[in-house]
Structure formats: C-alpha cells, structure tokens
C-alpha cells in the first residue's frame, strides 16, 4: 500500500473508531480513546450504556471479538469535587496527591476505582476485571454479552430475585470487608449486575475499613440491600446481626 492510501486507510479508521459515540466527547479524551484503542487492539468503540452524574459508559469491542467496559469520568462539575476530597481525605493510599484542579481530581477518581477494583480483584470478589486507567478513562471487563450489558440487580423481573442471591451478596460484602479491608459506600441494587453470578460495581468511593466513616457506611450499605430484598417478599438478616457475623462494629 503507498504512503498516501495508508493515510487514508488510517483516517478511515479513525473515524470508524468513533462513528457511533455521541459528540460530548472532547478532543482531548478522543486522542485517548484512540490510544486505548491501539493498545488493548479495540477496533470500535459503541454507544453509551449509561450516563450518571459522574461518568458514562461505552462497551468497546476487541478484533478478537471481546468486549471491555470504557468508563469515562466527567470534568467534574463542584459537587462531585467536594465529594471527592471528603471520600479521599484521610485516606492514606492518596493523601501524597494535593489535588488543585479538577481534571487532577478526575484523574485521582478514576484511579481510585482502578485501584479498588484491583484490591477486590485480587481478593476473590466478584468485580469486572480491571484492565487499565488512563487520566480519566478506566476499562475493565464487560459484563453481558455481545456488547448489551447484563441486567441490574434493579432491573430483574421479581421472580428472578431470590434469597440465595441475597445470601451471594452478603458473603460478598464479607469478603469485601474481611478479606479486601474495603467498604462499597454506595452499595444498592443500582450497583450490582446479575450475570452468571452477581457483580459488584461502582467502587471508586470505596473506602478503608480502618477510616473513620467506614462503620456508618458499612452499616448503611447492608441496609439498602435488606431494604431491597425486603421490598421483593425475602426474608432478611437483621443489620446489626450481620455486622457481628462479620466481625465488625
Ligand atoms: P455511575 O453509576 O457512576 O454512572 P457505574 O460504574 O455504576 O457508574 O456504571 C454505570 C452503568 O454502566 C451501570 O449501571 C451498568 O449498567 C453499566 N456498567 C458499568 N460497568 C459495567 C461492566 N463492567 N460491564 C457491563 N456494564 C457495566
Ligand atoms: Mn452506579
């Protein structure tokens, strides 16, 4: 192929790569993409999954066929600054980061689910795999099939919502706990995936077990699940039971 036609070809590409993301893509977090792409050998990125207040998410497909989850935070607007120092502060793991600017503060963000996602990997929970973190863009391992997402936990049609899976979630939060040393902090039925198993996400306001607010938001989280499964007709442990049965509080 002449230099000119690879040009070409090369723009072609390029294009192709994004043709069906939507146009809030900056140009800065478009060159990103484009170099995401050539190193984990993703030829298109699809549409948005989800738009939160925080991020969005894109399913990425491989030339090999498999598909990764793009999590793209937002520059974050005031409040999700504020949110950010009071999660990171007193947290050990980030104090070194005197974070200025809010694209820093986006950056540590999405580092810091990249490294919670990595503790709970390696710890036997049940997270999507973590891949990798650049700036502001966090990809793990997609969870579904095909590039459509698997249902939340939320989104189950109520005969689907058993206790053993509410017994599955709880021994997961005891690993989280006991073995990973994390609390979720926004654990609920909006943050967990039902696949061939359950999955826990949206870990980057995790905190310490050993920080100062982690018993309240232990204690906070197991409500919202028992309040869910409660809600569907399950017979549910007392919060204050479970906390002792993991040898917390
Ligand atoms: P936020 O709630 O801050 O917007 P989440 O991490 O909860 O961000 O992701 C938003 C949505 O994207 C989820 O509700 C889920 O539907 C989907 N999603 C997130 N991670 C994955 C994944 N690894 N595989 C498939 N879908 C995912
Ligand atoms: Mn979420």
Avoid: C
């Avoid at 036609?5 to 939507?22: P, W």
């Avoid at 549409?47 to 990425?60: C, F, L, N, R």
């Avoid at 249902?151 to 017994?167: A, F, G, N, V």
């Amino acid at each position: 192929m002449s230099e000119k036609k690879k040009k070409i070809e090369k723009r072609r590409k390029d294009a192709d790569l994004f043709k069906v993301v939507d146009s809030t893509i900056d140009p800065r977090t478009y060159l990103l993409l484009q170099d995401i792409a050539r190193k984990l050998r993703i030829d298109y990125y699809l549409g948005a999954i989800s738009s939160g207040k925080e991020a969005k998410v894109y399913p990425a497909k491989t030339y090999d066929g498999n598909f990764y989850a793009v999590k793209i935070y937002y520059v974050s607007t005031s409040a999700s600054k504020k949110a950010i120092q009071k999660y990171t502060f007193g947290d050990k793991r980030f104090e070194n980061i005197k974070a200025s600017n809010t694209k820093k503060l986006i950056s540590i963000w999405a580092r810091k689910e990249f490294k919670n996602l990595s503790i709970l990997y390696e710890s036997g929970v049940n997270v999507p795999k973590p891949i990798l973190v650049q700036e502001h863009i966090l990809v793990m391992n997609f969870i579904g099939e095909n590039g459509v997402r698997a249902p939340l936990l939320k989104e189950l049609p109520d005969e689907e919502i058993t206790k053993d899976m509410y017994e599955e979630i709880l021994s997961q939060i005891d690993l989280m706990v006991n073995k990973a040393k994390l609390v979720h902090g926004d654990l609920s039925e909006y943050n967990i995936i039902v696949y061939d198993k359950i999955y826990i996400i949206d870990v980057s306001q995790s905190i310490s077990i050993e920080s100062e607010n982690a018993p309240e938001l232990l204690r906070r989280d197991i409500e919202n699940i028992n309040r869910f499964f409660e809600s569907k007709g399950i017979e549910v442990n007392d919060t204050e039971e479970i906390l002792k049965r993991f040898n917390i509080i």
